[in-house]
Every structure is written in C-alpha cells, then in structure tokens.
C-alpha cells in the first residue's frame, strides 16, 4: 500500500452515509491474542488498511504465525515453532509491550522491541515492568529492547495499578490467561475495547471475570483454543464523522453506531448543539449549531484523551469560549499550534486549553503531528477558506481504514500525494 505523505483538503459539506470498521484500539489487541495460542484465529470486519494493524501482522510473521486478509477477515495460524524474540527494524507501535507480555505468558520469555506509537505526552512503561515482574519474570532493557523471562513460567498474582491504565490491564489479562494459579487485577481500566479482548479471550477458553472498576480475575489455564471473533465498531471513528458532520452543516448517518461506548461523549455534543437521530442501528447526525464546550478527558466512561482533538476543533467552531482539560496526557495540545496557522486562537492556562470560537480559519500548510491530530486538522479543513494543506498524513491511516475513501464518498473536497 502507498504512503500517503499530504492530504489536500477544501471546504466542504460531509453528506451521505458512512460505515464505521472493527475498533483500531480492539483489533490490535487481538493480534496480540493470537500468541496465546497455536490453533487458528479468525477476526472478522478487520480493518486491513491500518496502517498499525499491517505493521502487527507483519511483527506476528516475523514471530512464525501466518497471517492471511481474505474479505474483510483476518486469518491466523501456526505451522512451525513460535519465536518468543520480536526482531524488527520497521515502526515500531505501542502494542509491542503486550507482544512481550504474551510471548512470555506462553513461551517463558521474550524480547520486543521499546514501544512506538503517538508521542503525545509521558507514556512510560513501568507498569508493564511492574505486572511482568510481579508475576514472576525477570524485566530488563537490552539495546532498544525491552526483555523479559521467567524461568519457572509466570505465577498468578494480585496486581494493584496505581493508575487505571489501559495497556497495563490488557497486558495482565494476557499475561494472567496462561499464568498458574488466580491472577487479580485491581483498579483495572474497564473500557469497550477491554471487554472486547476479555470476551474473545473467552471463546479462546480463558477464565475471566470481571468485577466492575474493582477487579478483574483471571484463572490460568495451562492452554489456549481457536476463536472467530467480530471485534467492536470503532468508536473513535465514529465520534469524527459526528463532529465532521455537524461543524460542516452535514447530514451524515453512521452504520452500526456504538451507541453503549458513547453515552458521556453524546450527551455533551447534544448539549452543545449537535443534533442527532437514533435508528434501528444507526446514528443521523444533521445540521446543528456548535455551542461552546466545556470538558475535561477521564477514564471510561469518559471522555477519553483521543477524543479531545476533535472537540476542540467543535470548540473553535462554537460561538464562545471553549475550555478542555486533558487530565490522562497533560498539555496535549500540540494540534492547537497547527490550527493556530489557520487563524484559530486559543490560550493555554495551567493545564487548560481555552480556545476562542468562531475565528474565520484559513488553508494553510499544516503537520499531523499524532494520530488524532491529523484526523483534527482534517475536520478543520473542511471548514477552513482556501486549501488546508496536511503534512505527514500517513499518521491518519495508523488509526483510520479507508479515511480517504470514506471522506471522498461522503463528499469531502479532498485528495492525496
């Protein structure tokens, strides 16, 4: 697939349909599932033209799986001896902290390499340190890599997170699903994408129970079977296309809208003037006036920090001023510098975006600096004069399936180089 380095974007009204794919943050996760076992996997509505998910499948044929993309379905299988060293000079992605969590899980130990991903604010792995040696592995840093093993196989453990971290529970569900004995995680982060890989990790024949935000337990098994799976609908994907939809006057219905993982998100949009209408399994968003926002990102179910970029962008198209706290990645901002190139204006107070609303944005040359960045300054485009010129848009495509494709048939003014 080609690298896509610019996107081109003109003022535009988004209107039509859209259908929302498999959860970027879920799909990876399952990949990384697959290690846990020999047996086939098969993952359906799999978004293939990630980029970060082609870069998983590529880092699980490097550790000996093979890995076929047939029809919207991923299949995964085994016919040789699973490597438990991660030997990779390509990207690296975040997802590499729960390869080594379970490659040591099933082989005893491992090696991958130190984390990638979005550079968004302090994201340490000292919790993943942390759990793996709790459970009985030796954790040490080798060159760029990060490596671990236990000798005697990992031993079931009560793990208590100082923080509720989404990587450091999901790495302890994998670790704790072939561990001996009872693993207990407490203070997990319960979110969708979590419940997804713990409800796969179950027709796998993992022995999870989830005890609300208290605890999770997990009973070790000694093996792990084959699964299919249809992983949840991205919800990420579809806060952007509300957003794009109302800041664009638009009239956009969302297939397959996950309506039960947006219930905080919704009700602040709705407040702020978004109006939207519930269909059999659909969301329509039409038309609407953008008010000010005032919001701070938490933990599910919460506004959660990737989301912040496209309210602000709501924000500085909202008559007033906006304010937005992002309390898990402070000063997370950096996107706000590349609106303020098109004439947004904003201040920064403490650890307090305030944005002015209602400035007359211009096109102008900008970077997607993250992920969610990029997907930011596209929504801005479309309601910027001129022609908003996006730098290293390759980062949409980590996080986005078919951006392009979608952005183009819902009627967006855009193109690529």
């Known amino acids: 697939m080609e690298e896509i380095k610019q996107y081109v974007i003109r003022r535009s009204r988004l209107e039509g349909s859209v259908q929302l794919n498999g959860a970027k943050n879920s799909v990876l996760k399952l990949l990384t599932a697959s290690l846990l076992t ?9 978004p293939a033209d990630l980029l970060d998910a082609r870069i998983h499948l590529e880092m699980l044929k490097a550790l000996g799986k093979e890995c076929f993309v047939v029809d919207e379905k991923v299949i995964i299988t085994e016919t040789g001896k699973i490597q438990n060293k991660l030997s990779w000079e390509g990207r690296s992605i975040r ?9 040591v899980a099933r082989t005893g130990q491992g090696a991958a390499p130190l984390p990638g991903g979005c550079q968004i604010g302090d994201r340490k792995y000292d919790l993943h340190k942390m759990l ?3 459970l009985g592995a030796e954790v040490w840093v080798e060159g760029n890599m990060l490596c671990a093993e236990a000798k005697n196989g990992l031993k079931g453990t009560d793990i208590h997170l100082p923080i509720r971290s989404t990587g450091a529970t999901e790495n302890a569900i994998l670790c704790g699903a072939l561990a001996e004995g009872v693993t ?3 203070n997990p982060h319960i979110r969708p994408e979590i419940l997804d890989l713990i409800t796969f990790l179950k027709k796998m024949g993992a022995k999870i129970t989830v005890y609300g935000q208290e605890h999770i337990e997990i009973e ?13 609908a991205d919800n990420m994907e579809a806060i952007t296309w509300v957003i794009g ?10 297939i397959d809208f996950p309506f039960d993982h947006l219930e905080v998100p919704l009700i602040h949009l709705r407040e702020s003037g978004t109006k939207f209408y519930r269909g059999d399994n659909s969301l329509i968003v039409r038309s609407g006036h953008c008010y000010p926002i005032d919001i701070a990102t938490g933990p599910y179910p919460g506004i959660n920090s990737d989301m912040q970029p496209l309210f602000a962008v709501y924000g500085f198209c909202a008559q007033g001023e906006s304010r937005i706290i992002d309390l898990r990645f402070p000063g997370r901002y950096g996107y706000a510098e590349e609106i303020r190139k098109m ?20 096109g102008n040359h900008v970077t997607a600096t993250d992920l969610r960045a990029g997907a930011a ?23 986005y399936d078919k951006f392009f494709d979608k952005m183009a048939a819902l009627g967006a003014i855009i193109f690529k180089s």
Request: aromatic share 4%; with cysteine; hydrophobic share 45%.
């Open 245 to 254: 939809s109302v800041i664009t006057n638009g009239d956009v219905e969302i």
């Open 220 to 232: 070790g098994s000694e093996g792990l079977i084959g699964a299919q799976h249809t992983p949840i």
């Open 343 to 362: 004439g947004g204006q904003f201040k920064i107070e403490g650890n307090m975006l305030c944005i002015v609303g209602k400035a007359v944005l211009h």
């Open 132 to 134: 793996l040696r709790q």
């Open 184 to 186: 207990q995680v407490w």
């Open 95 to 103: 997802n590499t902290l729960l390869i080594l969590g379970a490659l």
């Open 377 to 399: 300054l596209s929504l801005a485009g479309l309601v910027a004069d001129g022609e908003t010129v996006i730098e290293d848009a390759w980062q949409i495509g980590r996080g």
């Open 38 to 46: 020999k047996e086939k996997i098969e993952i359906n509505n799999y």
